[in-house]
Protein backbone atom coordinates (compact mmCIF):
# COMPACT_ATOMS: atom_id res chain seq x y z
CA UNK A 1 0.00 0.00 0.00
CA UNK A 2 2.79 2.37 0.77
CA UNK A 3 3.89 1.73 -3.24
CA UNK A 4 0.54 2.83 -4.42
CA UNK A 5 0.02 5.97 -2.22
CA UNK A 6 3.94 7.07 -2.85
CA UNK A 7 2.56 6.58 -6.70
CA UNK A 8 -0.24 8.42 -6.34
CA UNK A 9 1.66 11.29 -5.05
CA UNK A 10 4.08 11.68 -7.78
CA UNK A 11 1.24 11.36 -10.58
CA UNK A 12 -0.30 14.13 -8.31
CA UNK A 13 3.82 16.16 -8.37
CA UNK A 14 3.80 14.94 -11.98
CA UNK A 15 0.68 16.70 -12.48
CA UNK A 16 0.80 19.68 -11.05
CA UNK A 17 4.19 20.44 -12.87
CA UNK A 18 2.40 19.72 -16.42
CA UNK A 19 -0.49 22.19 -15.49
CA UNK A 20 1.80 24.95 -14.34
CA UNK A 21 3.78 24.65 -17.99
CA UNK A 22 0.53 25.09 -19.34
CA UNK A 23 -0.28 27.90 -17.76
CA UNK A 24 2.76 29.41 -18.22
CA UNK A 25 2.64 29.15 -21.67
CA UNK A 26 -1.08 30.93 -21.84
CA UNK A 27 -0.82 33.07 -20.00
CA UNK A 28 2.91 33.58 -18.05
CA UNK A 29 5.10 36.16 -18.89
CA UNK A 30 6.58 36.15 -22.64
CA UNK A 31 9.59 37.00 -23.22
CA UNK A 32 10.30 40.07 -25.12
CA UNK A 33 13.57 41.93 -26.45
CA UNK A 34 15.10 44.45 -24.15
CA UNK A 35 15.04 47.80 -24.89
CA UNK A 36 18.47 48.31 -25.83
CA UNK A 37 17.00 46.61 -29.01
CA UNK A 38 12.67 47.87 -29.09
CA UNK A 39 13.93 51.32 -29.67
CA UNK A 40 14.74 51.59 -33.38
CA UNK A 41 11.78 51.04 -36.01
CA UNK A 42 11.94 48.65 -38.64
CA UNK A 43 13.14 51.12 -40.94
CA UNK A 44 15.83 52.02 -38.59
CA UNK A 45 18.48 49.27 -38.40
CA UNK A 46 21.44 49.48 -36.43
CA UNK A 47 24.95 50.20 -37.93
CA UNK A 48 26.45 46.67 -36.81
CA UNK A 49 23.34 44.82 -38.08
CA UNK A 50 25.46 42.60 -40.80
CA UNK A 51 27.78 42.09 -38.40
CA UNK A 52 31.48 41.23 -39.27
CA UNK A 53 32.68 38.43 -41.15
CA UNK A 54 34.31 35.06 -39.81
CA UNK A 55 38.10 34.68 -40.07
CA UNK A 56 39.42 33.23 -43.16
CA UNK A 57 41.29 30.27 -41.56
CA UNK A 58 44.02 27.83 -43.31
CA UNK A 59 45.52 24.52 -42.45
CA UNK A 60 48.84 25.87 -43.18
CA UNK A 61 50.18 27.54 -39.94
CA UNK A 62 52.55 29.75 -41.76
CA UNK A 63 50.03 31.15 -44.40
CA UNK A 64 48.36 34.49 -43.39
CA UNK A 65 44.88 35.00 -41.60
CA UNK A 66 42.78 37.51 -42.35
CA UNK A 67 40.97 39.08 -39.55
CA UNK A 68 37.44 40.17 -39.99
CA UNK A 69 36.53 43.38 -41.85
CA UNK A 70 34.86 46.16 -39.93
CA UNK A 71 31.09 46.67 -41.05
CA UNK A 72 30.37 49.17 -43.60
CA UNK A 73 29.22 52.42 -43.04
CA UNK A 74 24.89 52.60 -43.34
CA UNK A 75 25.38 54.35 -46.26
CA UNK A 76 27.39 52.17 -48.08
CA UNK A 77 24.26 49.47 -47.96
CA UNK A 78 22.54 48.39 -50.65
CA UNK A 79 19.22 49.27 -50.78
CA UNK A 80 18.35 46.92 -53.32
CA UNK A 81 16.28 43.99 -52.82
CA UNK A 82 14.11 41.31 -54.75
CA UNK A 83 11.33 39.58 -53.84
CA UNK A 84 10.68 35.83 -53.78
CA UNK A 85 7.44 33.82 -54.18
CA UNK A 86 7.16 30.27 -53.89
CA UNK A 87 3.74 28.11 -53.06
CA UNK A 88 4.96 27.74 -49.19
CA UNK A 89 7.23 31.10 -49.02
CA UNK A 90 7.50 34.87 -49.62
CA UNK A 91 11.09 36.07 -49.17
CA UNK A 92 13.05 38.82 -49.46
CA UNK A 93 16.56 39.25 -50.63
CA UNK A 94 19.28 42.02 -50.22
CA UNK A 95 21.45 42.45 -53.68
CA UNK A 96 23.68 42.52 -51.01
CA UNK A 97 25.47 39.64 -50.40
CA UNK A 98 22.12 37.98 -51.44
CA UNK A 99 21.31 37.76 -47.98
CA UNK A 100 18.03 36.66 -46.64
CA UNK A 101 16.31 39.37 -44.85
CA UNK A 102 12.75 38.36 -44.84
CA UNK A 103 11.06 34.95 -45.08
CA UNK A 104 7.17 34.30 -44.62
CA UNK A 105 5.65 31.31 -43.74
CA UNK A 106 2.32 31.16 -46.70
CA UNK A 107 1.00 28.20 -44.88
CA UNK A 108 1.43 29.34 -40.76
CA UNK A 109 -0.63 31.73 -39.13
CA UNK A 110 0.75 32.68 -36.24
CA UNK A 111 -2.89 31.92 -34.60
CA UNK A 112 -5.60 30.16 -35.76
CA UNK A 113 -8.03 32.68 -35.07
CA UNK A 114 -5.76 35.37 -37.43
CA UNK A 115 -5.56 33.39 -40.32
CA UNK A 116 -3.67 36.56 -42.24
CA UNK A 117 -0.85 37.11 -39.94
CA UNK A 118 1.56 34.69 -40.12
CA UNK A 119 4.55 33.65 -39.02
CA UNK A 120 7.60 35.50 -40.00
CA UNK A 121 11.11 33.95 -39.60
CA UNK A 122 13.42 36.01 -40.63
CA UNK A 123 13.48 39.87 -40.60
CA UNK A 124 15.89 43.16 -40.19
CA UNK A 125 13.32 44.33 -37.83
CA UNK A 126 15.39 44.59 -34.54
CA UNK A 127 12.53 43.51 -32.42
CA UNK A 128 12.35 39.71 -34.33
CA UNK A 129 15.85 40.31 -36.09
CA UNK A 130 16.62 37.28 -38.31
CA UNK A 131 19.15 36.73 -41.42
CA UNK A 132 21.07 34.58 -43.37
CA UNK A 133 24.10 35.70 -44.82
CA UNK A 134 26.17 34.05 -47.48
CA UNK A 135 29.72 34.87 -49.22
CA UNK A 136 33.16 33.98 -49.93
CA UNK A 137 36.49 34.94 -47.89
CA UNK A 138 39.70 35.42 -49.89
CA UNK A 139 43.09 35.65 -49.00
CA UNK A 140 43.74 38.37 -51.75
CA UNK A 141 44.00 41.77 -51.95
CA UNK A 142 41.48 43.72 -53.16
CA UNK A 143 37.57 43.60 -53.29
CA UNK A 144 36.07 40.30 -51.99
CA UNK A 145 32.01 38.31 -52.43
CA UNK A 146 30.85 38.57 -49.34
CA UNK A 147 28.26 39.06 -47.36
CA UNK A 148 28.77 42.93 -47.90
CA UNK A 149 29.60 42.85 -51.67
CA UNK A 150 26.87 44.41 -54.22
CA UNK A 151 25.76 41.60 -56.30
CA UNK A 152 23.51 42.26 -59.20
CA UNK A 153 20.04 40.08 -60.86
CA UNK A 154 18.26 40.36 -63.65
CA UNK A 155 15.05 41.53 -62.53
CA UNK A 156 13.70 42.30 -58.84
CA UNK A 157 10.63 40.06 -59.08
CA UNK A 158 10.57 36.20 -59.03
CA UNK A 159 7.41 33.97 -58.80
CA UNK A 160 7.93 29.68 -59.01
CA UNK A 161 4.22 29.59 -60.22
CA UNK A 162 3.66 26.60 -61.86
CA UNK A 163 7.15 25.12 -62.11
CA UNK A 164 8.53 22.65 -60.02
CA UNK A 165 11.90 24.56 -59.14
CA UNK A 166 12.39 28.40 -58.94
CA UNK A 167 16.24 29.35 -59.81
CA UNK A 168 17.50 33.16 -58.26
CA UNK A 169 20.76 34.25 -60.55
CA UNK A 170 23.51 37.05 -59.13
CA UNK A 171 26.17 37.96 -60.22
CA UNK A 172 29.70 39.87 -59.20
CA UNK A 173 32.71 40.69 -60.40
CA UNK A 174 35.89 42.12 -58.65
CA UNK A 175 36.80 44.03 -62.34
CA UNK A 176 40.02 42.38 -62.27
CA UNK A 177 39.06 38.80 -63.86
CA UNK A 178 37.11 37.15 -60.91
CA UNK A 179 33.56 36.88 -61.41
CA UNK A 180 30.60 35.33 -59.08
CA UNK A 181 27.39 33.12 -60.16
CA UNK A 182 25.28 33.02 -57.10
CA UNK A 183 22.31 30.66 -57.18
CA UNK A 184 19.23 30.41 -54.39
CA UNK A 185 17.47 27.19 -55.68
CA UNK A 186 14.29 26.75 -54.57
CA UNK A 187 11.49 23.71 -55.04
CA UNK A 188 7.95 23.19 -54.69
CA UNK A 189 6.87 22.40 -51.07
CA UNK A 190 9.25 22.20 -49.66
CA UNK A 191 11.41 24.58 -47.02
CA UNK A 192 15.12 24.20 -48.34
CA UNK A 193 17.06 26.21 -50.10
CA UNK A 194 20.38 25.28 -52.22
CA UNK A 195 23.26 28.09 -52.51
CA UNK A 196 25.71 27.24 -55.35
CA UNK A 197 28.51 29.63 -55.74
CA UNK A 198 30.58 29.35 -58.90
CA UNK A 199 33.73 31.60 -58.77
CA UNK A 200 35.48 31.93 -62.11
CA UNK A 201 39.30 32.99 -62.39
CA UNK A 202 40.02 34.86 -65.47
CA UNK A 203 43.26 36.77 -63.93
CA UNK A 204 47.04 36.06 -64.24
CA UNK A 205 47.64 34.64 -60.32
CA UNK A 206 45.50 31.93 -59.17
CA UNK A 207 42.71 33.09 -56.45
CA UNK A 208 42.27 31.57 -53.31
CA UNK A 209 39.40 31.94 -50.80
CA UNK A 210 36.81 29.83 -48.92
CA UNK A 211 32.90 29.54 -48.67
CA UNK A 212 31.14 30.64 -45.17
CA UNK A 213 27.10 31.51 -44.32
CA UNK A 214 26.04 32.80 -40.55
CA UNK A 215 22.33 33.05 -38.97
CA UNK A 216 22.34 36.53 -37.24
CA UNK A 217 19.39 36.37 -34.50
CA UNK A 218 17.84 38.40 -32.05
CA UNK A 219 18.61 36.83 -28.43
CA UNK A 220 15.90 36.69 -26.07
CA UNK A 221 16.64 37.00 -21.64
CA UNK A 222 15.26 33.26 -21.10
CA UNK A 223 12.52 32.89 -18.42
CA UNK A 224 13.38 32.29 -15.29
CA UNK A 225 11.20 29.33 -13.49
CA UNK A 226 11.98 26.93 -10.41
CA UNK A 227 10.84 24.59 -13.55
CA UNK A 228 12.77 25.66 -15.63
CA UNK A 229 9.76 25.92 -18.10
CA UNK A 230 11.90 27.41 -21.15
CA UNK A 231 13.88 23.83 -21.44
CA UNK A 232 10.56 22.38 -23.07
CA UNK A 233 10.86 24.71 -26.22
CA UNK A 234 14.56 25.55 -26.39
CA UNK A 235 14.86 29.73 -28.26
CA UNK A 236 18.48 29.86 -29.52
CA UNK A 237 21.44 28.45 -31.07
CA UNK A 238 21.63 24.60 -31.82
CA UNK A 239 25.20 23.21 -32.99
CA UNK A 240 25.54 19.50 -34.23
CA UNK A 241 29.45 18.57 -34.61
CA UNK A 242 28.63 15.53 -36.92
CA UNK A 243 28.37 13.19 -33.59
CA UNK A 244 26.07 15.19 -31.64
CA UNK A 245 23.75 17.97 -31.26
CA UNK A 246 23.87 21.26 -28.54
CA UNK A 247 21.64 23.32 -27.91
CA UNK A 248 23.54 26.37 -26.54
CA UNK A 249 22.53 28.23 -23.64
CA UNK A 250 23.08 32.48 -24.02
CA UNK A 251 24.01 32.90 -20.74
CA UNK A 252 26.83 30.27 -21.00
CA UNK A 253 27.95 32.17 -24.83
CA UNK A 254 27.60 35.88 -22.75
CA UNK A 255 29.87 34.56 -20.06
CA UNK A 256 32.11 32.29 -21.35
CA UNK A 257 32.71 33.45 -24.84
CA UNK A 258 32.02 32.31 -28.39
CA UNK A 259 31.54 28.18 -28.91
CA UNK A 260 34.56 27.61 -31.51
CA UNK A 261 34.78 24.43 -32.54
CA UNK A 262 35.82 22.01 -36.06
CA UNK A 263 34.16 19.73 -37.30
CA UNK A 264 32.94 17.86 -40.80
CA UNK A 265 29.48 17.31 -41.25
CA UNK A 266 27.84 19.51 -38.84
CA UNK A 267 25.24 21.99 -38.96
CA UNK A 268 24.06 25.30 -37.00
CA UNK A 269 20.49 26.43 -36.46
CA UNK A 270 18.52 29.27 -34.27
CA UNK A 271 15.55 26.96 -33.40
CA UNK A 272 12.39 28.31 -31.55
CA UNK A 273 9.06 26.66 -30.75
CA UNK A 274 8.16 24.45 -34.11
CA UNK A 275 10.36 26.31 -36.22
CA UNK A 276 13.89 26.93 -37.01
CA UNK A 277 16.80 28.44 -39.20
CA UNK A 278 19.28 26.19 -40.14
CA UNK A 279 22.93 25.86 -42.42
CA UNK A 280 24.06 22.70 -43.92
CA UNK A 281 27.96 23.01 -45.44
CA UNK A 282 29.19 20.18 -48.08
CA UNK A 283 29.21 16.65 -46.84
CA UNK A 284 32.46 15.55 -45.60
CA UNK A 285 34.47 18.86 -45.51
CA UNK A 286 35.81 20.11 -42.34
CA UNK A 287 34.30 23.59 -41.22
CA UNK A 288 35.33 25.78 -38.37
CA UNK A 289 32.18 26.74 -36.42
CA UNK A 290 31.79 29.17 -34.53
CA UNK A 291 28.26 30.76 -32.04
CA UNK A 292 28.17 33.75 -29.98
CA UNK A 293 25.72 36.06 -28.60
CA UNK A 294 26.51 40.50 -28.61
CA UNK A 295 24.69 43.06 -28.17
CA UNK A 296 21.10 40.60 -28.03
CA UNK A 297 22.31 38.92 -31.32
CA UNK A 298 23.16 35.42 -31.59
CA UNK A 299 25.52 34.70 -34.42
CA UNK A 300 26.12 31.21 -35.93
CA UNK A 301 28.57 30.91 -38.39
CA UNK A 302 30.72 28.34 -40.21
CA UNK A 303 33.66 28.90 -42.60
CA UNK A 304 35.60 25.91 -44.71
CA UNK A 305 38.86 25.92 -45.74
CA UNK A 306 40.69 28.23 -48.80
CA UNK A 307 40.38 26.78 -51.81
CA UNK A 308 42.99 27.34 -54.74
CA UNK A 309 41.47 28.19 -57.94
CA UNK A 310 44.32 28.68 -60.83
CA UNK A 311 43.79 31.33 -63.85
CA UNK A 312 41.44 30.29 -66.27
CA UNK A 313 40.05 27.67 -63.61
CA UNK A 314 36.49 27.95 -61.94
CA UNK A 315 35.39 25.95 -58.82
CA UNK A 316 31.54 26.14 -57.03
CA UNK A 317 30.71 26.12 -53.20
CA UNK A 318 27.51 24.80 -52.48
CA UNK A 319 25.41 25.42 -48.97
CA UNK A 320 22.18 23.79 -47.98
CA UNK A 321 19.70 26.69 -46.02
CA UNK A 322 16.31 25.55 -44.06
CA UNK A 323 13.93 28.47 -43.21
CA UNK A 324 10.79 26.71 -42.18
CA UNK A 325 8.84 24.95 -39.90
CA UNK A 326 10.48 21.52 -38.51
CA UNK A 327 8.78 18.82 -40.53
CA UNK A 328 10.38 16.41 -39.69
CA UNK A 329 10.23 14.54 -43.52
CA UNK A 330 12.15 17.24 -44.68
CA UNK A 331 14.63 17.85 -42.33
CA UNK A 332 15.68 14.25 -42.42
CA UNK A 333 16.21 14.77 -46.45
CA UNK A 334 19.05 17.49 -45.79
CA UNK A 335 20.58 15.26 -43.09
CA UNK A 336 18.88 12.96 -40.85
CA UNK A 337 20.37 14.43 -37.37
CA UNK A 338 18.93 17.74 -38.57
CA UNK A 339 15.26 16.28 -37.23
CA UNK A 340 17.02 16.05 -33.73
CA UNK A 341 16.01 20.19 -33.70
CA UNK A 342 12.90 19.11 -32.73
CA UNK A 343 13.08 18.95 -29.11
CA UNK A 344 11.62 15.72 -27.75
CA UNK A 345 14.19 15.87 -24.60
CA UNK A 346 14.86 12.95 -22.69
CA UNK A 347 12.17 10.90 -24.01
CA UNK A 348 13.49 11.52 -27.65
CA UNK A 349 13.98 7.52 -27.69
CA UNK A 350 10.07 7.05 -27.08
CA UNK A 351 8.68 10.19 -28.65
CA UNK A 352 10.33 9.56 -32.35
CA UNK A 353 9.03 6.08 -32.75
CA UNK A 354 5.75 7.39 -31.52
CA UNK A 355 5.82 10.06 -34.05
CA UNK A 356 6.81 8.01 -36.81
CA UNK A 357 3.76 5.42 -35.79
CA UNK A 358 1.36 8.54 -35.75
CA UNK A 359 2.28 9.34 -38.94
CA UNK A 360 2.11 6.28 -40.57
CA UNK A 361 -1.17 6.01 -39.69
CA UNK A 362 -2.08 9.60 -40.23
CA UNK A 363 -1.16 8.56 -44.24
CA UNK A 364 -4.14 6.71 -44.00
CA UNK A 365 -6.67 8.47 -42.08
CA UNK A 366 -5.71 12.12 -43.02
CA UNK A 367 -6.82 13.14 -39.37
CA UNK A 368 -4.44 13.57 -36.30
CA UNK A 369 -7.26 13.55 -33.53
CA UNK A 370 -8.53 10.00 -35.01
CA UNK A 371 -4.58 8.79 -35.26
CA UNK A 372 -4.27 9.58 -31.65
CA UNK A 373 -7.12 7.21 -31.37
CA UNK A 374 -5.83 4.22 -33.12
CA UNK A 375 -2.58 4.68 -31.65
CA UNK A 376 -3.62 4.53 -28.32
CA UNK A 377 -5.50 1.37 -29.12
CA UNK A 378 -2.34 0.07 -30.82
CA UNK A 379 -0.76 0.90 -27.34
CA UNK A 380 -2.87 -0.52 -25.60
CA UNK A 381 -3.02 -4.60 -27.63
CA UNK A 382 0.73 -4.18 -27.58
CA UNK A 383 0.31 -4.21 -23.30
CA UNK A 384 -2.66 -6.31 -23.14
CA UNK A 385 -1.13 -9.46 -21.84
CA UNK A 386 0.83 -7.36 -19.36
CA UNK A 387 -1.80 -5.01 -18.27
CA UNK A 388 -4.29 -7.80 -17.94
CA UNK A 389 -2.55 -9.60 -15.21
CA UNK A 390 -2.19 -6.48 -13.05
CA UNK A 391 -6.06 -6.30 -13.80
CA UNK A 392 -6.55 -10.05 -12.43
CA UNK A 393 -4.32 -9.33 -9.31
CA UNK A 394 -6.65 -5.92 -8.89
CA UNK A 395 -10.12 -7.88 -9.59
CA UNK A 396 -9.18 -10.69 -6.96
CA UNK A 397 -8.50 -7.68 -4.90
CA UNK A 398 -12.01 -6.82 -5.25
CA UNK A 399 -13.56 -10.15 -4.53
CA UNK A 400 -11.65 -10.52 -1.42
CA UNK A 401 -12.72 -7.17 0.27
CA UNK A 402 -15.23 -8.31 2.30
CA UNK A 403 -12.85 -10.75 4.04
CA UNK A 404 -10.40 -7.66 4.59
CA UNK A 405 -13.01 -5.88 5.72
CA UNK A 406 -13.89 -8.57 7.97
CA UNK A 407 -10.31 -8.89 9.45
CA UNK A 408 -9.78 -4.81 9.51
CA UNK A 409 -12.79 -5.41 12.26
CA UNK A 410 -11.16 -8.38 13.84
CA UNK A 411 -7.79 -6.12 14.22
CA UNK A 412 -8.23 -2.70 14.59
CA UNK A 413 -6.64 -2.34 17.27
CA UNK A 414 -3.52 -4.89 17.09
CA UNK A 415 -2.20 -2.89 13.60
CA UNK A 416 0.73 -6.02 13.67
CA UNK A 417 -1.47 -8.59 14.05
CA UNK A 418 -3.91 -6.98 10.83
CA UNK A 419 -0.61 -6.77 8.57
CA UNK A 420 0.06 -10.62 9.35
CA UNK A 421 -3.70 -11.57 8.54
CA UNK A 422 -3.52 -9.69 5.24
CA UNK A 423 -0.11 -10.66 4.04
CA UNK A 424 -1.65 -14.60 4.63
CA UNK A 425 -5.05 -13.53 3.11
CA UNK A 426 -2.78 -12.24 0.19
CA UNK A 427 -0.15 -15.19 -0.10
CA UNK A 428 -3.52 -17.50 -0.06
CA UNK A 429 -5.36 -16.41 -2.56
CA UNK A 430 -2.29 -15.23 -4.96
CA UNK A 431 -2.92 -11.67 -4.58
CA UNK A 432 -0.55 -8.81 -5.18
CA UNK A 433 -2.10 -5.48 -3.78
CA UNK A 434 1.14 -3.32 -5.43
CA UNK A 435 0.56 -5.28 -8.92
CA UNK A 436 -2.01 -2.17 -9.46
CA UNK A 437 0.69 0.26 -9.95
CA UNK A 438 2.00 -1.22 -12.86
CA UNK A 439 -0.37 -0.05 -15.16
CA UNK A 440 -0.01 3.62 -14.36
CA UNK A 441 3.80 2.81 -14.81
CA UNK A 442 3.47 1.60 -18.32
CA UNK A 443 1.09 4.24 -19.11
CA UNK A 444 3.13 7.16 -17.64
CA UNK A 445 6.04 6.98 -20.20
CA UNK A 446 3.50 6.84 -22.85
CA UNK A 447 2.09 9.64 -21.50
CA UNK A 448 4.76 11.80 -21.19
CA UNK A 449 6.28 10.97 -25.10
CA UNK A 450 2.55 11.99 -26.22
CA UNK A 451 2.99 15.31 -24.29
CA UNK A 452 6.31 16.28 -25.91
CA UNK A 453 5.31 15.16 -29.64
CA UNK A 454 1.86 17.30 -29.38
CA UNK A 455 3.90 19.93 -27.89
CA UNK A 456 6.65 19.74 -30.27
CA UNK A 457 5.58 18.31 -33.30
CA UNK A 458 4.79 20.98 -35.95
CA UNK A 459 2.55 18.86 -37.64
CA UNK A 460 0.43 18.78 -34.66
CA UNK A 461 0.19 22.54 -34.55
CA UNK A 462 -3.42 23.72 -35.09
CA UNK A 463 -4.13 20.31 -36.22
CA UNK A 464 -8.37 19.77 -36.43
CA UNK A 465 -9.89 16.72 -35.08
CA UNK A 466 -13.80 17.12 -34.90
CA UNK A 467 -16.90 19.43 -33.94
CA UNK A 468 -15.42 22.07 -31.43
CA UNK A 469 -11.90 20.53 -31.03
CA UNK A 470 -10.19 22.55 -34.11
CA UNK A 471 -6.03 23.00 -32.30
CA UNK A 472 -5.36 19.24 -31.00
CA UNK A 473 -2.11 21.43 -29.83
CA UNK A 474 -3.92 23.69 -27.15
CA UNK A 475 -5.96 23.13 -24.60
CA UNK A 476 -10.06 22.49 -25.43
CA UNK A 477 -12.04 25.57 -25.50
CA UNK A 478 -15.26 24.52 -23.55
CA UNK A 479 -13.46 22.26 -21.36
CA UNK A 480 -15.51 19.01 -22.85
CA UNK A 481 -12.75 16.38 -23.58
CA UNK A 482 -11.41 17.08 -19.65
CA UNK A 483 -14.74 17.07 -17.94
CA UNK A 484 -15.53 13.22 -20.08
CA UNK A 485 -11.83 12.36 -19.21
CA UNK A 486 -12.67 13.47 -15.11
CA UNK A 487 -16.20 11.30 -15.63
CA UNK A 488 -14.60 8.10 -17.11
CA UNK A 489 -11.58 8.33 -14.24
CA UNK A 490 -14.17 7.96 -11.64
CA UNK A 491 -15.93 5.15 -13.24
CA UNK A 492 -12.71 3.26 -13.84
CA UNK A 493 -12.16 3.77 -9.94
CA UNK A 494 -15.80 2.12 -9.14
CA UNK A 495 -13.76 -1.03 -11.46
CA UNK A 496 -11.24 -1.35 -8.61
CA UNK A 497 -10.84 -2.04 -4.93
CA UNK A 498 -10.84 0.77 -2.84
CA UNK A 499 -7.66 0.86 -0.95
CA UNK A 500 -7.65 -0.20 2.11
CA UNK A 501 -6.17 3.34 3.92
CA UNK A 502 -8.72 5.51 4.58
CA UNK A 503 -6.78 8.64 3.95
CA UNK A 504 -5.39 6.75 0.73
CA UNK A 505 -9.43 5.86 0.08
CA UNK A 506 -10.03 9.80 0.24
CA UNK A 507 -7.24 11.08 -2.00
CA UNK A 508 -8.70 8.41 -5.03
CA UNK A 509 -11.86 10.29 -4.25
CA UNK A 510 -11.06 13.62 -5.34
CA UNK A 511 -8.45 12.35 -8.11
CA UNK A 512 -11.34 12.48 -10.94
CA UNK A 513 -11.62 16.14 -10.25
CA UNK A 514 -7.90 17.28 -9.38
CA UNK A 515 -7.08 15.46 -12.91
CA UNK A 516 -9.85 17.23 -14.75
CA UNK A 517 -8.84 20.27 -13.37
CA UNK A 518 -5.28 19.81 -14.65
CA UNK A 519 -5.98 18.66 -17.97
CA UNK A 520 -8.19 21.48 -18.09
CA UNK A 521 -4.67 23.07 -19.79
CA UNK A 522 -3.49 20.44 -21.70
CA UNK A 523 -3.37 20.16 -24.89
CA UNK A 524 -7.04 18.64 -26.22
CA UNK A 525 -4.73 16.01 -28.21
CA UNK A 526 -3.25 14.79 -25.21
CA UNK A 527 -6.56 15.15 -23.47
CA UNK A 528 -7.81 12.90 -25.79
CA UNK A 529 -5.45 10.10 -25.73
CA UNK A 530 -6.11 9.84 -22.27
CA UNK A 531 -9.90 9.96 -22.47
CA UNK A 532 -9.66 7.26 -25.09
CA UNK A 533 -7.03 5.06 -22.89
CA UNK A 534 -9.07 5.56 -19.73
CA UNK A 535 -12.00 4.05 -21.98
CA UNK A 536 -10.08 1.24 -23.02
CA UNK A 537 -9.06 0.39 -19.59
CA UNK A 538 -12.56 0.35 -17.66
CA UNK A 539 -13.49 -2.03 -20.32
CA UNK A 540 -10.62 -4.43 -20.32
CA UNK A 541 -11.11 -4.39 -16.25
CA UNK A 542 -14.91 -4.70 -16.72
CA UNK A 543 -14.15 -7.89 -18.62
CA UNK A 544 -11.53 -8.73 -16.88
CA UNK A 545 -13.96 -8.54 -13.26
CA UNK A 546 -16.47 -10.45 -15.15
CA UNK A 547 -14.32 -13.43 -15.51
CA UNK A 548 -12.81 -13.76 -12.25
CA UNK A 549 -15.79 -13.03 -10.74
CA UNK A 550 -17.15 -16.20 -12.48
CA UNK A 551 -13.99 -18.12 -11.07
CA UNK A 552 -14.60 -17.39 -7.88
CA UNK A 553 -18.67 -18.75 -8.12
CA UNK A 554 -17.16 -21.61 -9.40
CA UNK A 555 -14.61 -21.84 -6.84
CA UNK A 556 -16.73 -21.53 -4.45
CA UNK A 557 -19.68 -24.17 -5.67
CA UNK A 558 -17.12 -26.76 -6.44
CA UNK A 559 -15.98 -26.11 -2.25
CA UNK A 560 -19.43 -26.49 -1.57
CA UNK A 561 -20.10 -29.31 -3.63
CA UNK A 562 -16.58 -30.98 -1.53
CA UNK A 563 -18.20 -29.91 1.78
CA UNK A 564 -21.49 -31.34 0.77
CA UNK A 565 -20.11 -34.55 0.23
CA UNK A 566 -17.74 -35.24 3.17
Sequence with gaps: MDNQRLLVWAAFGLMLWFTYQAWMMDYGPKPVAPAAVEAPAAT?????????????????PSAPVLEPDAPEEPEARATGSLRVTTDVLELEISLQGGTLQKATLLRYPVAKDRPNQLVELLSRDPSNLGLIQTGLRTADDGPEPNHQAIFSAEKDRYVLGDRDE???????????????HKELRFTRGSYRIDVRQVVSNDRGGEWRGADYAQIRRRSHEPERSMFDVDTY???????????????????????????SQTAANGWVASIQHHF??????????????NVSVKNNVAVASLIGAPVSIPPGGEHAFETTLFVGPKLQDQLEEIS???????????????????????????????????SIILVTILIKLAFYKLTEASGRSMA?????????????????????????????????????????????????PFFLAFYWVLLESVEMRQAPFALWITDLSSRDPYFILPLIMGAAMFFQQKLNPAPADPVQAKVMQIMPIVFTGFFAFFPSGLVLYWVTNTLLSIA????????????ALASKGIKKKKKDES
Excluded at 276 to 289: G, H, V
Design 44 to 60: DIPDDIDGGLPELADPD
Design 166 to 180: LVIPLTWSDGQGVAV
Design 233 to 259: SFDGPVFFNGEKSEKLDRDDLMSDGPM
Design 276 to 289: LSAIEPAADTEYRY
Design 336 to 370: PQLKLTVDYGWLTILSQPLFWLLSLVHDFVRNWGL
Design 396 to 444: KMREIQPRMKALQERYKDDRQALSQAMMDLYKREKVNPAAGCLPILIQM
Design 540 to 551: QQWRINKVVHEE
